[in-house]
């Protein structure tokens, strides 16, 4: 497709389990994104590639987040032993430009919200 | 520290009033970008405009207009002639050297409810 796909589009787990969230970005975007979006919040960064390299992941909350792009391509974001407050909307976002700050805008994702029972 | 904010939480007005969402952010960055979204229902983020911080010119875009003022650190987005499709929460968001290479630093959103 023309835009930055997510699946799944809903995940339910229960506290403990782990989970998968997929992201696959316009096609040739140097440059892909992560973020965190709680419930009436502004999404927050979690970590960033550019190609297959995770450049920044300062925004991780925990080592219980990982996340990898092994191809430059596909990105996934893996959560480890989910908690409550892992409860939120995960958003992708890509962008052509690489390296250099806000040249071209991020194409965001539907999303992936995600629900810890 | 780079920071966004949005001081309208929620905003209400009746079709075709005309509305100005506020920004207001903060950067030591001399370089840096300013960005809209519009996120509706759908959950899906839509860009809507980007800014450098040397280019200060006003912008009009169809009903959209954007101010960008350094001088008070607003970057205020204004829709004329609201329509009921235009039911959002938009954000507004700073990018700059300070933080990654290019990750958006957003502000919590102002939810617009046009009513017909």
């Known amino acids: 497709g023309a835009g930055v796909s997510q699946s799944p589009r809903y995940k339910v787990a229960k506290r403990g389990q782990d989970v998968a969230l997929r992201c696959d970005p316009i096609s040739g975007h140097v440059s892909l994104f992560w973020y965190q979006q709680a419930l009436g919040q502004g999404p927050e960064f979690l970590t960033y590639?550019?190609?297959?390299?995770?450049?920044?992941k300062s925004g991780l909350p925990s080592d219980r987040f990982f996340a990898e792009r092994p191809e430059g391509s596909v990105s996934t974001l893996k959560i480890q032993r989910t908690q409550q407050e892992d409860s939120a909307v995960y958003l992708c976002a890509s962008s052509s430009s690489g390296g250099v700050v806000g040249n071209q805008p991020q194409h965001f994702g539907d999303g992936t919200r995600l629900s810890i029972l | 520290a780079q920071k966004v904010t949005q001081a309208q939480t929620e905003i209400s007005v009746v079709e075709k009033e005309d509305v100005t969402l506020d920004c207001v952010y903060e950067t030591r960055d001399t370089t840096y970008y300013l960005f809209w979204y519009k996120q509706p229902p759908s959950g899906e983020l839509v860009f809507l405009i980007r800014?450098?911080?040397?280019?200060?010119q006003n912008e009009i875009s169809g009903r959209y207009s954007w101010n960008f003022q350094k001088s008070t650190s607003s970057f205020n987005f204004t829709i004329t002639a609201s329509q009921v499709v235009d039911s959002a929460v938009y954000f507004c968001a700073l990018s700059g050297y300070g933080g990654s290479q290019g990750n958006l630093i957003f502000g919590k959103g102002t939810k617009l409810s046009v009513k017909p």
């Open positions: 800014r450098n911080s040397f280019d200060e």
């Open positions: 590639f550019q190609n297959e390299a995770q450049l920044d």
